[in-house]
């Protein structure tokens, strides 16, 4: 990178950061830091929960894979918008029709504390661990373009590139800063910022990584062979079916995904932003992924890993790298305030108000909430030195395929069914995560197999189709304990009566209106980007018909929101 693209994350960082601060005035109770008052514009909403799954690891682990594999990680991704609409078409509504500010909430109504205290402190522990994988993504395509002098404090000695445990560390901090400040309205913002930034840079790489192999009939013909088919031996059609169904309980169900159906005005809001999120998912990543797929035509046998961003490096002009980086990073910030946000929040209403002080006032809320955004921070940062050693892509394929049933169907269980009670959720969590241990760590283990000959064929069967088992395992087994569990409990469980009462409750109370405020920062957000873009052209001549193109779309979009805002204005003004 040069000069100007240090020059440009650093601003957009300190933009970021400044964003978090501005909002910060927002936060006059928790219900501001953790729901965003049920206020969130869907389309707001619909972005965050793209940006949401997300980071600079789509682009280490999906993005290695297309330079490895070929177009399966066009199809992989393509998976989650199917799963997204069937989200928008089944859950997204429910959760807002309920009335809760949180999937926590809910949990509490229908299930009773016991459940929502082993969520917190596993997700909140492990998931917010997990999170760390991303920051560690992160970090490497930093670091991979950032050489050092030998014997620099900062180098890795191996590589002679900036330590990427030392960036982990700094962007884990930046992360916590980022929630610590302006709570869920932060997050938001940020998201849809990042989210059109990242777009328009992969709209420039695109055509600009096309020309460097000569268009697209080259790169066909260059290409290895079954590179161009959607399935290959590691990622079968099974695996792609599976991945959409396990995808569909995670956007469905899980915590974070559930703020986002939750924090806007009402039900069709809820269900316009799984809309939107799984539109997204079916048209974009064809286009996220062609730089890597076509960096491979260019030079092969690269890091697959870092794969992604030579290809970005090899075409963008200094400024427009800058940016990118800028915005991968704040993507996988995102990801990470995202979870953070959610269990700060879980934490602070289910551990410390419920346990410790039930009539804690909204000011000492927001306070623990923050401290308990400092707290998880510091496991961010240990997951992020910890992860790469199990292996970054490995850690987060099977982190999803195995425990996102137990976990998460339940839950989504619950928002239908009448009968089940803690008792099934339990024995649904507990039975999966064994199932689960066994197929990962039993069925793959000598030491087992010689104590338990005859599951010899099984083992076998598990140790050829491994990300098969891991998903028939995450999927079936919670899935059919639950199917009997419906099938043999025959009362009512008290914990329905809880939730039909507070949906009615919501349904008569509910007037909220959507904010304006997250269009009005990203509008003036792009037009100092856009001003940014022009000062880099004065200064890089050669690039500086890309640059002027980039900065003119960047106030085109600006221009647009400015209508939008003006259209909504009028229309308030004549509702009321």
Known sequence: MQTADYIVIVLYMVGVVGTGMLLARKMKNSKDMFSASGQSPWWVSGLSGFMTIFSAGTFVVWGGIAYQYGLVAVAINMCYGISAMFVGWFLASRWRKLGVSSASEFLQLRFGSSIVQFYTWFQGTFGIFAVGGAIYALSKIVCSLMPLPDGHLLADPSTGMLSVSFTSVVLCLIVILITFSGGLWAVLVTDVLQFVILVISVIFVVPLILNEVGGWTAFVEKAPNGFMSPVTSDFTWWFLVGWIVIHFFKIGGEWAFVQRYTCVPSANDAKKAAFIFGAMY???????????????????GQDMEQAYILACNLVLPAGMMGLMIAAMASATASAATSQLNVFAGAFTTEVYKRMFNQDASEKKLVLVGRM???????????GALLIPRYGYTNFIIDLTTLLTGPLVLPTIWGLFSKKIGIRA??????????????????LTSNGFLKSFEYLNPISKWVIANMRIADLTCGIL??????????????????????????????SETNNTESSTMPAKIVMYALVILGSVMIVLSLINSQDAGILLTFA????????????????????????H
Not at 372 to 382: E, K, P, Q, R, S
Not at 552 to 573: A, H, M, P
């Open 477 to 506: 087994v919670p899935f059919i304990i639950l199917v009997i569990l419906e099938m043999y409990i025959k009362v009512e469980h008290p914990g329905w009566h809880r939730v039909l009462a507070s949906k009615r409750l919501f």
């Open 425 to 442: 959720v339990w024995g649904t969590t507990i039975i999966g995560f064994a199932t689960a241990v066994i197929v990962k760590f039993g």
């Open 372 to 382: 308990f955004t400092v707290l998880l921070g510091c496991i961010v940062i240990a």
């Open 552 to 575: 003119s779309l960047l106030y085109f979009i600006s221009i647009g929101i400015l209508y939008v805002l003006k259209k909504t204005k009028k229309r308030y003004f004549l509702k």
């Open 282 to 300: 079916l048209i974009s990543p064809i286009f996220w992924m062609l730089p890597a797929l076509v960096f491979r035509t260019i030079k092969s």
